[in-house]
């Protein structure tokens, strides 16, 4: 969906670093997700977040931070600790109430070097 | 609990059948549920979606159903083609503590032969 962009397309990881995905939406949407997908799989929530400055651990935190200063924008930093980085991450706006639909953007795949 | 099953996981068609894909969800209140085509590499994206004040939808060859007292809801695909090829997620709201989110499904990979 146009209204959210994901960056880089690719990103390479050393051992031991930190590295940080960018999302943002122009969607005006509330509500922010990231999702991990392994090769075949299917998609796996990180965090989410309903509002500015609140965000929610998803399924497979671990390893994971995120931050949520501005309605716009949600980075995820995939921390050392996560030990098996290597997977296509997706994230995902969705706007107030139990009945909208989710948009996602197209994703970061990430790698080990 | 927050629960989605999905099945089949993987679907053979020849081109031009139909395809059924069915999904179950656990939580009573979900209302809304959405179905995402996944092409290789791709982003997943939204093709069609119902609320529960419905029973069925159409848009050209693909339909949903849902029937909420047995909880269920199903992808239909008429008149196949090799483009339908791709992974299909299911997903249903959950509610917890003030906070919603998708539950997805597993995911059905359809293979439409030519």
């Known amino acids: 969906d146009g209204g959210i962009t994901q960056s880089p397309k690719y990103l390479f990881r050393k051992e031991g670093q930190n590295v940080t995905l960018s999302c943002e939406q122009n969607l005006n949407h509330d509500a922010m997700y990231w999702y991990r997908q392994d090769p075949g799989q299917g998609l796996r929530l990180i965090y989410y977040?309903?509002?500015?400055?609140?965000?929610q651990k998803g399924d497979i935190a671990e390893g994971y931070s995120v931050s949520r200063e501005k309605k716009e924008s949600f980075p995820l930093t995939v921390t050392s600790a996560q030990k098996n980085p290597t997977a296509f991450y997706l994230c995902a706006s969705r706007d107030r109430g139990y009945n909208q639909p989710q948009h996602f953007g197209d994703g970061t795949r990430l790698s080990i070097l | 609990g927050e629960n989605v099953e999905q099945h089949p996981s993987t679907l053979s068609v020849q081109e031009g059948d139909s395809a059924v894909i069915k999904c179950t969800y656990s939580d009573s209140a979900s209302n809304y549920f959405p179905w995402y085509k996944q092409e290789l590499g791709k982003r997943p994206q939204l093709i069609i979606d119902?609320?529960?004040?419905?029973g069925e939808k159409k848009d050209q060859r693909i339909a949903v159903t849902l029937n909420k007292t047995a909880k269920h809801f199903s992808l239909h695909i008429t008149e196949t083609q090799p483009e339908d090829s791709a992974v299909y997620f299911c997903a249903a709201p959950y509610l917890s503590g003030g906070y919603n989110k998708l539950i997805f499904g597993a995911g059905t990979r359809l293979a439409v032969h030519p």
């Open positions: 977040s309903q509002i500015v400055n609140d965000f």
């Open positions: 119902i609320r529960s004040n419905v």
